[in-house]
């Protein structure tokens, strides 16, 4: 089992803490903005707009949130931003790649909080191209357990383009190439199969892997970064044991 992705499915569980921040429900009403500007305010013809809506849905973004991002990121409404989308890299503690996906409409100051958190925290930017090559993009769908199993889930989406299906404990990970997610999360829904998030994400080539100081170095790094206001995502290369995930908790 993947310990990064074991890191990808705990974060589910703080939703709950970033919401009472409001630093989930910014980010999901973002997406929505960005999603509705670039290919238009109708779900049904708008993939990536239909994830982002279900995303905030099962988040508890309230309805009347999502509407109104919709219309600002569609025109139909004023005062939507310019959000930009910026692709910092760099390097935390132990070697460990990252990129930081940030949705800004300043970007002076993305930069300044990506290098300040870093800098804290025993990391450094990096040039352009120097981690990259280390991720590949792809779709990732997380699918809640419940009942299911793993032969369940493999049978629904295995015509649909998917690569694999990762065991996260107490989710399936599936992982397809990006023009397949839709076809994938619509396999799901025909089985009626529930998933909790379908999105485009990062997934490294290489992993890391780190003792019980290395993972509580990159936790805290990465939590500083998700701390920042511009900071959509953060992707990163490390991979912990079982047994160092619950030493570190």
């Not at 949130?65 to 990121?73: C, E, L, S, T």
């Not at 280390?134 to 990732?140: A, D, H, L």
Request: hydrophobic fraction near 40%.
């Amino acid at each position: 089992m993947s310990g990064h992705s074991k890191w990808a499915t705990t974060k589910h569980k703080k939703a709950v803490v970033d919401a009472k921040r409001g630093k989930l429900f910014a980010r999901l009403i973002k997406n929505i903005e960005v999603a509705a500007r670039t290919g238009g305010g109708d779900p049904a013809g708008n993939p990536t707009l239909f994830d982002a809506i279900q995303k905030a849905r099962k988040s508890s973004v309230p309805v009347d949130n999502i509407d109104r991002a919709v219309k600002r990121g569609s025109g139909a409404e004023a005062g939507g931003a310019d959000w930009q989308t910026i692709m910092y890299e760099g390097y935390g503690p132990n070697g460990v790649a990252l990129l930081i996906e940030c949705l800004t409409d300043n970007r002076n100051r993305a930069a300044t909080e990506v290098r300040t958190a870093l800098t804290r925290n025993g990391g450094t930017l990096a040039d352009a191209g120097s981690v990259s090559y280390m991720f590949s993009r792809k779709g990732v769908v997380i699918v809640p357990k419940a009942e299911l199993t793993e032969d369940d889930v493999l049978l629904a989406v295995l015509d649909a383009g998917a690569e694999e299906v990762n065991d996260l404990g107490e989710a399936f990970e599936v992982v397809c190439e990006p023009t397949d997610l839709v076809a994938v999360r619509t396999a799901l829904q025909d089985a009626g199969i529930e998933y909790e998030s379908a999105e485009s994400s990062f997934v490294p080539s290489v992993q890391v892997p780190l003792d019980a100081d290395g993972a509580t170095k990159i936790f805290k790094l990465i939590d500083a970064l998700e701390d920042c206001d511009d900071v959509q995502n953060v992707y990163a290369n490390f991979d912990v044991s079982d047994e160092v995930m619950a030493a570190v908790g």
